[in-house]
């Protein structure tokens, strides 16, 4: 390497490092004018402390022994709340509730046509099939949530149901 070549590298770095030097002031200074400046005007913006609010309502914790009335879910004015009716029958509940995983085979339910899937369920006898219905089941072929995720229903409903379903698959 020549002696210009190496002239040339260290005036290049010299330079390199006083625009970075520069870059670095200049940065602080900016930090140090808004800090003084700016930040006192952004924490009474009556905008922002609008918007902190309406995001601090979703992250509200109801705390024991204190009066969470506060925190209680409204309905808007004027707003239809709707309620699912509980099925009266074993039909009704499969229609409503059972139907939704196995009509179509979702989360390794056996599809309540496949006979073949069932079979080995039903093998095992009711009793075992009421209970996985009733308090929900984590096997190698899927997951049945306990009362098919609707724990309003009662256990003799979710027996009914269960009966309709070994039926239509024997």
């Given at each position: 390497?020549?002696?210009?070549?190496?002239?040339?590298?260290n005036i290049f770095s010299l330079v390199l490092g006083i625009l970075i030097l520069i870059a670095?002031?200049?940065?602080?200074?900016?930090?140090?004018?808004?800090?003084?400046?700016?930040s006192a005007h952004v924490l009474t913006d009556p905008k922002y402390l609008a918007e902190v609010e309406s995001n601090l309502t979703t992250g509200r914790v109801a705390v024991a022994g204190r009066d969470n009335s506060a925190l209680a879910i409204v309905p808007a004015a004027g707003a239809v709340?709707?309620?699912?009716?509980?099925?009266?029958?074993?039909?009704?509940?499969?229609?409503?509730?059972?139907?939704?995983?196995h009509l179509n085979g979702i989360g390794g339910a056996p599809k309540s046509s496949d006979r073949a899937a069932w079979a080995p369920r039903i093998a095992q006898g009711k009793d075992t099939l009421y209970k996985h219905a009733i308090e929900g089941y984590?096997?190698?072929?899927g997951v049945m949530p306990a009362k098919g995720g609707r724990?309003?229903?009662?256990?003799?409903?979710?027996?009914?149901?269960?009966?309709?379903?070994?039926?239509?698959?024997?």
């Amino acid at each position: 390497m020549s002696k210009q070549d190496s002239q040339f590298f260290n005036i290049f770095s010299l330079v390199l490092g006083i625009l970075i030097l520069i870059a670095i002031l200049l940065f602080a200074l900016a930090r140090v004018v808004g800090k003084n400046t700016q930040s006192a005007h952004v924490l009474t913006d009556p905008k922002y402390l609008a918007e902190v609010e309406s995001n601090l309502t979703t992250g509200r914790v109801a705390v024991a022994g204190r009066d969470n009335s506060a925190l209680a879910i409204v309905p808007a004015a004027g707003a239809v709340v709707a309620e699912l009716a509980i099925p009266t029958d074993g039909p009704g509940v499969y229609e409503q509730v059972c139907g939704a995983c196995h009509l179509n085979g979702i989360g390794g339910a056996p599809k309540s046509s496949d006979r073949a899937a069932w079979a080995p369920r039903i093998a095992q006898g009711k009793d075992t099939l009421y209970k996985h219905a009733i308090e929900g089941y984590n096997g190698k072929q899927g997951v049945m949530p306990a009362k098919g995720g609707r724990v309003d229903l009662s256990d003799d409903l979710v027996k009914a149901a269960v009966d309709y379903m070994v039926a239509k698959a024997q």
